[in-house]
């Protein structure tokens, strides 16, 4: 057998396998990538629509515009709340505020500043 026989016996049984097992157990295509984000996106807006009222919702996606990482990290929090049945009714923007800022200290860095005042003043008398 020729090489060009051999590959086309390749190609042959490669493409057989592949409509076989429909694609699943080979390398997904970008369109099975697409509709799959797309999907997530879908049930990811759907459980949040249920969790948040409107101005909760149009507060969520302001926060989306100026900081995605950190309304990605509540959207994530949200549906996991969601999903294990801590939210009973649906959050107000209040609510959401006040997650907000229960988040945003937990996450947010001490910062301090030390100030050596004696070495200030040596410092200032050295100019003279």
């Avoid at 997530?40 to 926060?63: C, F, G, P, Y």
Wanted: glycine residues 6%; without cysteine; aromatic residues 2%.
């Amino acid at each position: 057998m020729g090489d060009d026989e051999l590959e086309a016996l390749r190609a042959r049984r490669l493409a057989e396998m592949q409509t076989q097992y429909g694609r699943k157990g080979g390398v997904p295509s970008q369109k099975d990538d697409e509709e799959t984000k797309e999907k997530m996106k879908e049930m990811k807006n759907s459980i949040l629509s249920q969790v948040l009222d409107q101005s909760a919702r149009a507060r969520l996606n302001t926060i989306a515009v100026a900081k995605p990482e950190k309304a990605q990290m509540i959207e994530g929090m949200l549906i996991q709340m969601a999903q294990t049945g801590q939210i009973q009714s649906k959050l107000t923007e209040d609510q959401l505020i006040g997650l907000l800022s229960r988040v945003t200290e937990q996450t947010q860095k001490k910062t301090t500043v030390k100030f050596d005042r004696r070495r200030a003043q040596l410092d200032d008398s050295d100019e003279d």
